[in-house]
């Protein structure tokens, strides 16, 4: 199978075509693309709290129209900006050309770096970054927890008594209103952005922790 990669960083973005034939270009060339994939980061707020910079390599394949589908990450750092790189590769959706010919199950390999704030993060050493990292992925467990026992709660299977130890993992992950409040912010720039679906699952992710405050939201836009 052949395989592009368009490498991106803030400043340079090299193109490795695997094949001699005619390959796709993103309308406005090279640099558009590069301030198109910044322009639409929504940084996520574990990485940008525990000042985690790094890259993400996201594969996809462009249909005839320019589409993107077959969206996947390649090879990611196991955290949120996994998610957060799959996203804005899915914006690009429509604004590729695409030559004559093009053999469609080629997969086109982009790594979307990410850059933390550094005037925040002065103090952030490689061992903070990695031990976040690792806190991250140990996490993940008790998030899943809570985001299945409310969802069982939706259906009337979950267990009442345990409501009480659910609470006590929300506090433990730092699930309180000023947390939702940034989850709530994180969505309306992305559903600015012109990115319901991406919107849709922080509000759903809201909703899935017990709130009720993106009810309303779904109800608009995500018809849930």
Request: charged share 25%; net charge positive; aromatic share 8%.
């Amino acid at each position: 199978m052949k395989r592009i990669i368009l490498c991106i960083t803030a400043f340079v973005l090299a193109l490795s075509i695997a094949s001699a034939q005619p390959q796709p270009t993103f309308k406005g060339g090279r640099y558009a693309l590069d301030n198109f994939i910044q322009s639409k980061i929504v940084y996520p707020a574990y990485s940008s709290e525990n000042c985690i910079s790094g890259m993400v390599q996201v594969a996809f394949r462009l249909d005839s129209s320019g589409r993107v589908t077959n969206v996947k990450v390649q090879k990611g750092m196991g955290i949120d900006l996994d998610a957060e790189a799959k996203r804005v590769v899915k914006l690009t959706s429509g604004k590729w050309t695409i030559p004559a010919g093009y053999d469609h199950s080629s997969n086109i390999v982009l790594p979307v770096t990410f850059t933390a704030d550094l005037s925040k993060c002065t103090g952030a050493t490689g061992a903070d970054i990695q031990n976040a990292i690792a806190a991250y992925q140990r996490r993940q467990s008790l998030e899943d927890a809570v985001v299945t026992y409310y969802k069982n709660k939706r259906e009337g299977k979950a267990d009442a008594n345990a409501e009480k130890q659910v609470q006590g993992l929300k506090d433990q992950l730092g699930f309180d209103d000023d947390y939702i409040d940034d989850v709530l912010s994180r969505a309306k720039k992305k559903l600015k952005q012109g990115d319901t679906e991406g919107a849709c699952d922080d509000w759903t992710f809201i909703r899935n922790i017990g709130s009720t405050r993106a009810d309303v939201f779904l109800l608009k836009y995500c018809d849930k």
